[in-house]
């Protein structure tokens, strides 16, 4: 039997059409369109490729981008400049600073001198702290997109034993709040490299979150038959790119979220929800 697809790319399709009606709404009112900032440090072209791949997203959506671009020898003063500049600027609803940033800069003091309410991707100190508490705040783009992909395809969630492989801050450390929140009702086992028995807890799992960046980790013979693997890893070969989830192990997972086309355009289909939904707070705040 092969694994169900979780198609995170047609899922993506048709939140960006949901989020293109909600963004007519907004402008339709009057107001000015939501605008989305990248801050990108650097000539990494992964990260090239990613906030390109964000700002076609927006021109779908009728989101308006503002990119800033700092050369790879940029001084922390520089950037952070640039994060004032955004705080500032009214025709920047939210905004990411592409991660990771050259080894020099403090990517932590960068990440809080950013608006909460302009954080696109979750990732300010406040908006993590939130989290925890269970305030209302911007969630991480990832871990929404997981939970987003997994409710829209009726993956059960509640009472389901879920292990994750990674404790990397955009996926690993947070996905586990998500999904123990009282609405989803899961159990989350958190592995990483310092993990004894790895194959022992992915056996247990309903649901495998592979987010270690380790190619081919999760192998056939771990999984329990028919469970929900989602493969968030990713890693540039000579060969392209690689997953976390061995290209065998569909043969024994019920559902599958494959790389590419899971759970990376789920991503970046929250990032643009995230924007949305500050662009409407702040239409009803004023
Ligand atoms: N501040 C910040 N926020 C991020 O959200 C963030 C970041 N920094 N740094 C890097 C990682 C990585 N990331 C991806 C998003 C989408 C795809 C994606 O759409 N992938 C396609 C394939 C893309 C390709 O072919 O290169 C897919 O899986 O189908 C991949 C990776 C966001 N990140």
New binding site residues.
Partial sequence: MKAQLLD??AT?ADIRRELAERVAKLTAAGGRPPGLGTVLVGDDP??H??VS??HRDCAQVGIASLRRELPADATQRQVEDVIDELNADPACTGY?????LPRHLDANAVLERMDPAKDA?G?HPVNLGRLVLGVEAPL???PRGIVELLRRYEVPLAGARVCVIGRGI?VGRPIGLLLTRRSENATVTLCHTGTKGLAWHVREADIVVAAAGSPGLITKEMLRPGAAVLDVG?TRTDN??VGDVHPEAAQAAGWLA????????M??AM?LANVVEAAERNANSV
């Fill in positions: 995170g790319k993506a992964g990260s490729t990613y791949g964000k990411i600073v592409q991660l990771p991707d990732l991480p783009c990832t955009t990713i392209g790119l494959p790389m590419p086309g899971g759970v990376g355009p991503t970046r990032l």
